[in-house]
């Protein structure tokens, strides 16, 4: 019954902290440390994999209309404008993939509950998110080269702690691009990775041959998908409103914090 709560508590947080700009592998790792889950890095990253496909399944609801619509356009030789935007989210993914080739073993054992990172990381997320709050729209749209340093920005979020949509948002928004497409493309670029990283860890056996409590993991699922679908539409809003300083110092506190439970 306690795995079951557990999960239900880390995917209200995965729901809610993947499309607010706060972190949500840091607050994952964050909670784990709570929650004292003692899961070896892999068994650990297992749980992170499942939320954040929950998550990615509630963007693909929320941007319904729109995902359908590039889809056609992709297979429409007339249709260029859907079939460009589609090009974009492929250029925004490769950074991501090398990353995650080329140091996936690394990657994994950065999700075995490193506070200290994790805390260093909320710093930098609130840093992004302080200088991007600054920055004068000039409602650009995405473009290939800046889709790409978007790109780069998901890559370094791979570290825990580094907000994904924080640092993609914030990216977007500093390139000049329109408040309103930084929030969409920065959701909808994801999608693909988390798909793709489900599929090849299906592939490889890395989710099979786990031993996993699936009560656990369908309760967590569950619970990620209803909160991150309000938390993706509430996000929306929020940075059309340019309120990204109150989750900057949000992340402030919780560094802050993490480094007095740390060092106290």
Known sequence: MKEILDAIILGIVQGLTEFLPVSSSGHLELMKFILGDKAVPEESLLMTVVLHFATALATVVVFRKEITRIIKGVFQIDNVEERQFAGKIIVSMIPAVIVGLMFEKEIETLFSQNILL????????????????????????????????????????ILPGVSRSGATISAALILGVDRKEAASFSFLMVVPLIFGKMAKDFLDGSLISTSVNIPAMFTGFVAAFITGYLACIWMIKIV?????????????????????????
């Open 118 to 157: 994790v805390c260093s990381m909320l710093l930098v997320t609130a840093a992004l998110l302080f200088f991007a709050s600054s920055r004068q729209g000039k409602e650009l749209p995405v473009t290939f080269r800046s889709s790409f340093l978007i790109g780069l920005a998901q890559a370094v979020a």
């Open 240 to 264: 059309r409103n340019s309120k990204l300083q109150i989750f900057a110092w949000y992340c402030v506190i919780i560094a802050m914090t993490g480094f007095l439970y740390i060092y106290a």
